[in-house]
């Protein structure tokens, strides 16, 4: 979290004597406070070692809450959560709350926790549970990041755990296109908390620069940038990893065969025949690295019209040729939507309302994903003969 308040609560009476750590109200009241989870870190505070001490005297309930560092944004919720878990308690009649922060060595504890086994590099290895699905495009101007961004989105809601990094560096539009354009990262020690927007995790360096800020690097500096959002960045344990990638071949899309050998590939590109030709490309560099290219999405694959015949703005066929030759199947075609424009322009993905058809084309693509799963080729099972 980037801030904490280090101040106590106006309700807190630091002249009252100290109450029973072990009185059955306080047990409760501990026990409750499990169900109160951290916004950014989404852990049970209890686990997090930010409630070193509840205490009970009476009805009234003493609560210690150690938030990570000073400014938390999500200090007022968290103490709004804490007090409103400790009123559900039976018998309890006053609730007292002492914000303060933690010290370095908890939270140098903590850090050390949630980073586990992992000292450096990152979490996303071969061996790793999570998905990890690259949207790549030949070319841009091919809906990919609007199509990603509600991709996301619809895998969240049907019940996965989902972060999306916006590794489209030069265009980056992920946050605009959730809605958290004004979305900041909490720092804990050396680790990134992603905010979060429809229940998905997300990091872009739009959040670490002004808007109409143009980044121009070079490709150390964009390798660099790519893997920090995959080593620093607390996505928790996520059952897929979203990555919005820059159109074309270029550094980013090496440096991410490099870092997630295993990843697989949805190439996305438009009806027009002659993109099959430069979608085919970001297929065969993400195999060159390793990576398996998993199937194609089409984009803008045509406009219904009134009279109910369709039609074809930007011809037909290219997402059926992209798919033939790069020997995988053609997983959805997402008509043109004027709905669809319209939520990416307000930070309101298509998916969330039923009912469109690109919305529930791009809702079907999630299920088709989910339903696959990742198979166990390569990874480590954890087992040893006895």
Same mark, same amino acid.
């Given at each position: 979290?980037?801030?904490?308040?280090?101040?106590?609560?106006?309700?807190?009476?630091?002249?009252?004597?100290?109450?029973? @750590?072990?009185?059955?109200?306080?047990?409760?009241?501990?026990?409750?406070?499990?169900?109160?989870?951290?916004?950014?870190?989404?852990?049970?505070?209890? @686990?997090?070692?930010?409630?070193?001490?509840?205490?009970?005297?009476?009805?009234?309930?003493? %609560?210690?809450?150690?938030?990570?560092?000073?400014?938390?944004?999500?200090?007022?919720?968290? @103490?709004?959560?804490?007090?409103?878990?400790?009123?559900?308690?039976?018998?309890?009649?006053?609730?007292?709350?002492?914000?303060?922060?933690?010290?370095?060595?908890?939270?140098?504890?903590?850090?050390?926790?949630?980073?586990?086994?992992?000292?450096?590099?990152?979490?996303?290895?071969?061996?790793?549970?999570?998905?990890?699905?690259?949207?790549?495009?030949?070319?841009?101007?091919?809906?990919?990041?609007?199509?990603?961004?509600?991709?996301?989105?619809?895998?969240?809601?049907?019940?996965?755990?989902?972060?999306?990094?916006?590794?489209?560096?030069?265009?980056?539009?992920?946050?605009?296109?959730?809605?958290?354009?004004?979305?900041?990262?909490?720092?804990?020690?050396? *680790?990134?908390?992603?905010?979060?927007?429809?229940?998905?995790?997300? %990091?872009?360096?739009?959040?670490?620069?002004?808007?109409?800020?143009?980044?121009?690097?070079?490709?150390?500096?964009?390798?660099?940038?790519?893997?920090?959002?995959?080593?620093?960045?607390?996505?928790?344990?996520?059952?897929?990893?979203?990555?919005?990638?820059?159109?074309?071949?270029?550094?980013?899309?090496?440096?991410?065969?490099?870092? *997630?050998?295993?990843?697989?590939?949805?190439?996305?590109?438009?009806?027009?025949?002659?993109?099959?030709?430069?979608?085919?490309?970001?297929?065969?560099?993400?195999?060159?690295?390793?990576?398996?290219?998993?199937?194609?999405?089409?984009?803008?694959?045509?406009?219904?019209?009134?009279?109910?015949?369709?039609?074809?703005?930007?011809?037909?066929?290219?997402?059926? @040729?992209?798919?033939?030759?790069?020997?995988?199947? *053609?997983?959805?075609?997402?008509?043109?939507?004027?709905?669809?424009?319209?939520?990416?322009?307000?930070?309101?993905?298509?998916?969330?309302?039923?009912?469109?058809?690109?919305?529930?084309?791009?809702?079907?693509?999630?299920?088709?994903?989910?339903?696959?799963?990742?198979?166990?080729?390569?990874?480590?099972?954890?087992?040893?003969?006895?």
């Amino acid at each position: 979290m980037r801030g904490a308040r280090a101040d106590v609560t106006a309700d807190a009476d630091a002249t009252a004597p100290a109450g029973d @750590e072990q009185h059955p109200l306080a047990l409760a009241v501990r026990q409750a406070l499990a169900r109160v989870v951290d916004p950014e870190i989404r852990r049970p505070i209890t @686990e997090l070692d930010m409630v070193p001490r509840v205490s009970a005297q009476g009805d009234r309930v003493d %609560i210690d809450l150690r938030l990570t560092i000073v400014g938390c944004p999500a200090a007022t919720a968290i @103490e709004r959560d804490v007090r409103a878990a400790a009123s559900t308690v039976s018998g309890v009649g006053e609730v007292r709350v002492d914000v303060g922060v933690m010290d370095a060595a908890t939270r140098d504890a903590l850090i050390t926790r949630l980073r586990g086994d992992r000292p450096s590099g990152h979490p996303f290895t071969a061996d790793s549970l999570t998905r990890v699905i690259a949207v790549t495009s030949g070319k841009g101007g091919v809906g990919k990041s609007t199509l990603t961004a509600n991709l996301a989105v619809a895998l969240a809601a049907q019940g996965l755990r989902v972060g999306l990094v916006d590794a489209d560096v030069f265009g980056f539009s992920i946050p605009g296109l959730l809605g958290i354009a004004d979305a900041k990262p909490t720092q804990v020690g050396g *680790l990134i908390m992603p905010p979060r927007a429809h229940g998905v995790a997300v %990091i872009s360096i739009g959040m670490f620069v002004d808007a109409r800020t143009a980044v121009s690097w070079r490709g150390p500096m964009l390798h660099r940038t790519v893997q920090q959002f995959l080593t620093d960045v607390h996505f928790g344990d996520l059952d897929v990893l979203l990555l919005d990638m820059p159109p074309g071949t270029g550094d980013v899309a090496i440096s991410a065969g490099q870092l *997630l050998p295993h990843a697989e590939v949805l190439v996305v590109t438009t009806p027009q025949r002659a993109a099959a030709d430069v979608a085919e490309r970001s297929g065969l560099v993400a195999r060159q690295t390793g990576q398996t290219v998993i199937g194609v999405v089409e984009n803008m694959a045509g406009l219904a019209q009134p009279d109910g015949s369709v039609l074809e703005l930007f011809g037909s066929g290219g997402g059926a @040729e992209t798919a033939a030759r790069l020997e995988v199947p *053609l997983l959805a075609q997402v008509p043109l939507s004027i709905a669809l424009r319209e939520g990416g322009d307000a930070g309101e993905p298509i998916v969330l309302r039923p009912g469109d058809a690109a919305g529930d084309a791009i809702t079907r693509l999630a299920a088709e994903l989910a339903r696959r799963g990742r198979g166990l080729a390569g990874r480590k099972l954890g087992l040893s003969p006895r």
